[in-house]
């Protein structure tokens, strides 16, 4: 697995989640991160992307409530989720175009992360 989503769980209306997407040691560079969402029954959408010097996008939904971040450091990106609804429930996953271990790029995604917010 290149990329490990976690954070999610069960929140209220209202609540807060931070969701974080880590990448593996065979991963050497890291280009644009984003976060995707889907809902049960629904096509996957992005929610927000980010690129290697943090320049952000966001999908008309969050707004304002969600913030995308990342730590190059440590190869690593962030979904703050604030003022969470109940149409927030979905299954989200971490999308990076990198490379592994030098050789070329590619996308990854990662396994997925369940956020369910209740009313």
């Known amino acids: 697995v290149q990329l490990q989503a976690c954070g999610g769980g069960l929140v209220q209306a209202g609540g807060s989640l931070r969701l974080s997407c880590a990448t593996s040691?065979?991963?050497?560079?890291?280009?644009?991160m984003a976060w995707y969402r889907q809902a049960p029954g629904k096509q996957r959408e992005l929610v927000a992307t980010?690129?290697?010097?943090?320049?952000?996008t966001y999908a008309g939904f969050t707004l304002g409530r969600f913030t995308i971040s990342r730590d190059n450091a440590k190869k690593t990106a962030y979904l703050q989720m604030d003022n969470l609804k109940p149409e927030d429930t979905a299954v989200y996953y971490c999308?990076?175009?990198?490379?592994?271990?030098?050789?070329?790029?590619?996308?990854?995604w990662g396994q997925g992360t369940e956020v369910t917010v209740s009313s």
């Open positions: 999308y990076a175009r990198a490379q592994r271990s030098y050789t070329n790029w590619a996308n990854y």
């Open positions: 040691r065979s991963i050497s560079s890291v280009g644009d």
């Open positions: 980010i690129t290697s010097s943090g320049s952000t």
